[in-house]
């Protein structure tokens, strides 16, 4: 049981250029979530996906997309990649969340530089 | 507006008790986070209070005043694997997490 796995680890971009970002869990979980992480902010949600086939946006959307073909995978787009776009990239997946108290699971990261 | 206020660094001497303190103002509520990531990894889940009142789990507890918009971690009989830093989320009435920007923990021997 592999929880959740991102790939790539780490990659250079040069501005301009584009790269898919590919999150896949194996806990049949509902919601899948990208984040980005910058120095002295918190966690900000960049799009999300409560079943296979729907995405949604979150509170910094713009420059990126996504695609939930599959429910096991999430990719997060960047069509043309800005120095803005400098990060540490997130994602996570969780069950149902109506409930409340649902936890959600980090993959280990994707390290972005973008020159 | 939604915002989560958490201090951004705290010192403590191994063996020590700290409590890390968070305030939260969300559209809604639906509970409390705490998770712990420690430096180059992903942030891994370490509690969740709905209700008001005190939490306990083994050396960490965590507790939640709803009328005061307050939480706090507290971490007992502190060690060196401790040094991270500590992330409060609060659900919103969509349970979207909205999340602080850590605190860092530095644990001295």
């Known amino acids: 049981n592999a929880g959740v796995t991102q790939t790539p680890k780490f990659r250079v971009l040069k501005t301009g250029q584009s790269m898919t970002l590919l999150c896949a869990q194996d806990?049949?979980?509902?919601?899948m979530y990208w984040y980005r992480q910058d120095p002295g902010m918190g966690l900000r949600l960049i799009h999300y996906s409560v079943g296979e086939g729907t995405t949604a946006k979150g509170e910094v959307p713009d420059g990126y997309n996504v695609s939930r073909l599959k429910k096991q995978n999430f990719l997060l787009g960047l069509e043309s990649a800005a120095p803005s776009q400098t990060s540490v990239y997130f994602c996570?997946?969780?069950?149902?969340?109506?409930?409340?108290?649902?936890?959600?699971?980090f993959g280990p990261g994707t390290r972005l530089l973008v020159l | 507006g939604q915002n989560i206020d958490q201090p951004t660094e705290m010192t403590a001497t191994e063996g020590a008790i700290v409590q890390i303190n968070c305030t939260y103002q969300t559209s809604g509520f639906n509970g409390l986070f705490w998770y712990q990531q420690h430096a180059g990894e992903a942030p891994t889940f370490l509690s969740y209070?709905?209700l008001d009142g005190l939490e306990e789990k083994g050396r960490f507890s965590s507790f939640l005043s709803r009328s005061k918009g307050y939480s706090y971690l507290l971490l007992k009989e502190l060690q060196m694997k401790d040094s991270a830093s500590y992330l409060c989320?609060?659900?919103?009435?969509?349970?979207?997490?909205?999340w602080g920007a850590g605190t860092k923990l530095i644990i001295k021997p």
């Open positions: 989320a609060a659900s919103d009435s969509n349970y979207q997490l909205i």
């Open positions: 996570a997946s969780s069950g149902v969340i109506d409930r409340g108290g649902e936890t959600q699971y």
């Open positions: 209070n709905v």
């Open positions: 806990m049949n979980h509902e919601y």
